[in-house]
């Protein structure tokens, strides 16, 4: 078997509950091997149903997933070696930490001696040597999740899924924990599936991200050309932040394209990223991070198809940076966001304004039905 060969495989899974909706449509996925995956989506989106069927605590409905090139169908969870931690670290209250972290050691009928010093070294990895002793319900939020994490590493499994396993923790233990269980996964070199609806995290934590919605990956890739270059309007919309125009695509030359928006009955230049018909319904998406802010005087090209009148109606200080918000047309807001070094060039509040932006970065999609 080469080393190369996905760890994973799903080919053409699907699955319903009620014979009705499809809550996993016709899903195809390489996991590689030694990865960070993490699928994300709104809640309901089937993330959890895709992490079950590769559990096998689910069966699909269609289709056949392969754990390094063997499918798995006819192989029942204990049998397929996958660590498993979930958002409610289900910890057994009456076994102490060292117990808990043995427990899928001695159901798979490890010897005692050998399950100790396992154990000790499970705890090591996830920094709490020295509490094995100790009962669940001496320990925080985040160390009992670190349990929950050790407990999954302790049989040293191929495969680690984890279906949000920070939830319950508040904002900055869960990212401290994001960057352990990130360097833990480096350290170990085991491949790691991780479920999250939230979309800082699956930024910060992988090596890459299949967006789900409606059952089905809109989206595979890197966090970086993810965030960049979104392929449609659902996930330039879920993930990162937006500024979004509804318009009609007027014309196409290669992949540069003129959208009427109903701004002031305006039209401005854009990439088209996926085919839309001349006449159809249009999403532009712009980074706040990516557009830029001047006096409505100091305009360069009056012409330029990349900008569009507003009032600065506030600058919001954040510390690292400045916000101003902008009403178009009376009514539509429009976020811009700019580092710091730049907040005593902005414009005054009240005053006439353009906002402006270069072509690649005003990012047109099919609307979403
Ligand atoms: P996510 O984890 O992305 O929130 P889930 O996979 O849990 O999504 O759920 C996807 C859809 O499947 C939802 O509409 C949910 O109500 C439905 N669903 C999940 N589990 C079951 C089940 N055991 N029986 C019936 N419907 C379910
Ligand atoms: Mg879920």
């Known amino acids: 078997m080469s080393t190369t060969e996905p760890i994973v495989r799903f080919v053409g899974i699907g699955k319903t509950y009620d014979g009705v909706s499809r809550v996993v449509d016709k899903l195809d996925l390489d996991i590689e091997r030694g990865e960070f995956l993490t699928l994300l989506g709104p809640s309901g989106s089937g993330k959890t149903t895709t992490l079950m069927l590769l559990a096998g605590f689910e069966t699909p409905t269609a289709g056949e997933i392969l754990l390094e090139g063997k499918p798995l169908s006819r192989v029942p969870p204990y049998q397929r070696n996958i660590g498993m ?4 670290y289900a910890l057994f209250p009456h076994m ?38 100790r009962r669940p319900s001496q ?5 009992q999740q670190r349990v929950a994490v050790a407990r999954a590493l302790v049989f040293e499994p191929k495969l680690i899924l984890m279906d949000e396993p ?12 994001q960057l352990e269980i990130r360097r833990l996964h480096q350290r170990l070199g085991v491949t790691m599936v991780y ?20 059952g089905s990956i809109q989206q595979l890739d890197k966090p970086e050309p993810m965030y960049e270059y979104p392929k449609n309007a659902f996930v330039a919309r879920f993930i990162g932040e937006n500024n979004r125009l509804e ?11 003129t959208i009427h928006v109903a701004i002031g009955d305006s039209r401005i230049e854009g990439t088209l990223v996926e085919p839309v018909p001349n006449g159809g319904a249009v999403t532009v998406s712009l980074r706040p991070e990516r ?4 006096d409505s005087g100091h305009t360069i090209d009056g012409h330029s198809g990349c900008q569009l009148p507003g009032l600065l109606q506030e600058i919001i200080y954040l510390g690292d940076h400045v916000r101003a918000r902008v009403v178009m047309a009376g009514t539509h807001e429009f976020m811009v966001k700019r580092p710091i070094s730049e907040a005593h060039t ?11 932006w270069a072509p690649e970065h005003c990012r047109a999609f099919a609307r979403e039905s």
């Not at 159901?107 to 040597?129: F, H, N, P, T, Y």
């Not at 318009?247 to 394209?257: H, K, Q």
């Open 346 to 356: 902005l414009p005054r509040i009240g005053s006439p304004v353009e906002v402006f």
């Open 85 to 88: 931690v979930f958002q409610n």
């Open 139 to 143: 320990l925080s939020g985040g160390q």
């Open 291 to 294: 557009v830029q802010i001047r």
């Open 195 to 214: 479920v999250t609806h939230d979309q800082s995290e699956a930024l910060t934590m992988s090596d890459r991200i299949a967006v789900f919605h409606r």
């Open 247 to 257: 318009g009609t695509l007027e014309s196409v030359r290669d992949d540069r394209c």
């Open 96 to 133: 102490s930490i060292a117990e808990n972290i043995g427990f899928p050691l001695s159901v798979r009928g490890v010897a005692g001696a050998d399950i100790a010093k396992r154990v000790e070294r499970a705890l090591d990895m996830v920094q709490l040597s020295g509490f094995g002793h």
């Open 166 to 177: 920070l939830g319950a923790l508040d904002k900055q233990l869960r990212e401290q924990m």
